[in-house]
């Protein structure tokens, strides 16, 4: 990729806090993170509460600044800057919050024309400016309002368009739906999907959601205990995540997987053995499957399972217990997986 088309990027970059004594010791929150974040894209980071991604985020308009490493946005190297040149950096960088952090004392459109009069644009422009971001949100009808006057999810969409006001290349969402019901996170995440879309704004988006990944992302890193311990398209993750972590995300959203518990129970009401198959896209997929319970002489019965789409194409697991004669489950299990399918056999199942 050529070095242009990299928007922000993380080289071994570490964050610890000071502490303040011995009842309070210094923290390394972020442990040598490399991250390429590419223009025009929505990517999404993903981990618990406490993995550090505030603090990733922050480091990017130098909220915080980086402890060691380097991060660049666009051209410029923006670790180690001074507040005074950060001002310019972060005109360049739009940012929303979870809890919106809207200037309760100023109506709605104000809190838009906010920005623009620090950044000293004049009033007939700032006007215009602020009209147009709101009825890019949908709010034009509430520019008189206070933010209390609104919703959620109609608060979110001023600080939207907030973060807009001074064009900027770059958005960053921390936890921006979290404090939203399933059906307003919806409508946000679409805006943010509009931003990215219609305007070109790259979109860094944290969250501890993986619908919201699901939903947005094009590409993912997954934190944890301030490493990045998992990257890549978002499809790939979510067809065949490689870590513990990742894998514990995608069966949080997409509840594809048995749990030990519901594993427990189709023992007791199967005799076979339980094999989970990972869903594929390549042509046929199921059929394939069927082909070769056939052939191998395996009763198949499905027992759990789930298949959602992500970027139009499908993701998810099957769960089957197996029965068949001497031996033919193993060979079925060996000839499977020499054919590319990925799949796990749950120990412990009766054989
Ligand atoms: N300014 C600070 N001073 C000291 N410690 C901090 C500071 N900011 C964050 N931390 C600590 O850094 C760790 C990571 O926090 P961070 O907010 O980045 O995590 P997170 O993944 O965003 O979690 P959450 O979703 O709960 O905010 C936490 O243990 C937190 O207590």
Redesign the pocket.
């Known amino acids: 990729m050529p070095p242009s088309d990299i928007h922000v990027r993380f080289e071994d970059v570490t964050k610890t ?2 502490g303040r004594g011995r009842k309070d010791p210094a ?1 390394q ?2 442990r040598g993170i490399d991250l390429e974040i590419h223009r025009g894209e929505i990517f999404g980071i993903i ?12 480091l990017i308009n130098g909220l ?1 600044p980086v402890t060691s490493g380097r991060i660049t946005v666009g051209d410029r190297v923006v670790s180690g800057l001074s507040e005074r040149q950060l001002r310019a950096v972060r005109r360049e960088i739009g940012m929303i919050f979870q809890q919106f952090n809207l200037f309760r004392s100023r109506t709605v459109a104000g809190n838009v024309a906010y920005p623009l009069k620090v950044a000293g644009v004049k009033q007939p422009e700032r006007d215009r400016k602020v009209a147009r971001l709101l009825d890019f949100v949908g709010l034009l009808q509430r520019a008189n309002d206070h933010p209390e006057q609104l919703s959620g999810g109609q608060q979110q969409r001023v600080g939207i368009a907030r973060a807009l006001a001074t064009d900027p290349s770059l958005l960053l969402a ?2 921006a739906t ?1 404090a939203l019901d399933p059906e307003t996170t919806q409508d946000v995440l679409s805006l943010l999907k509009q931003v990215n879309r219609e305007l070109g704004i790259t979109i860094v988006i ?1 969250t ?1 959601e993986m619908d919201v990944i699901r939903q947005i992302a094009d590409r993912v890193a997954v ?1 944890d205990s ?1 490493h990045v311990v998992e990257s890549g398209s978002a499809y790939d993750i979510f067809a065949a995540p490689k870590t513990p972590e990742a894998t514990r995300f995608v069966s949080s959203t997409l509840r594809d997987r048995p749990s030990a518990a519901t594993l427990e129970r189709l023992r007791v009401s199967h005799p076979g053995r339980l094999v989970t198959v990972r869903v594929q896209d390549r042509p046929a997929f199921q059929n394939s499957l069927s082909v070769a319970f056939l052939q191998r002489d395996v009763t198949a019965d499905l027992v759990f399972g789930g298949i959602s789409e992500l970027q139009d194409r499908p993701v998810g697991s099957l769960t089957y217990s197996l029965t068949g004669g001497e031996g033919s489950v193993d060979e079925l299990l060996k000839q499977l997986r020499a054919d590319g399918f990925d799949l796990d056999e749950h120990e412990g199942a009766s054989r």
Not at 47 to 57: I, N, P, Y
């Open positions: 806090f000071p923290q929150v972020l981990g618990q509460s406490g993995a550090g991604k505030s603090t990733l985020v922050r915080e921390d936890e979290s944290i501890h934190i301030g």
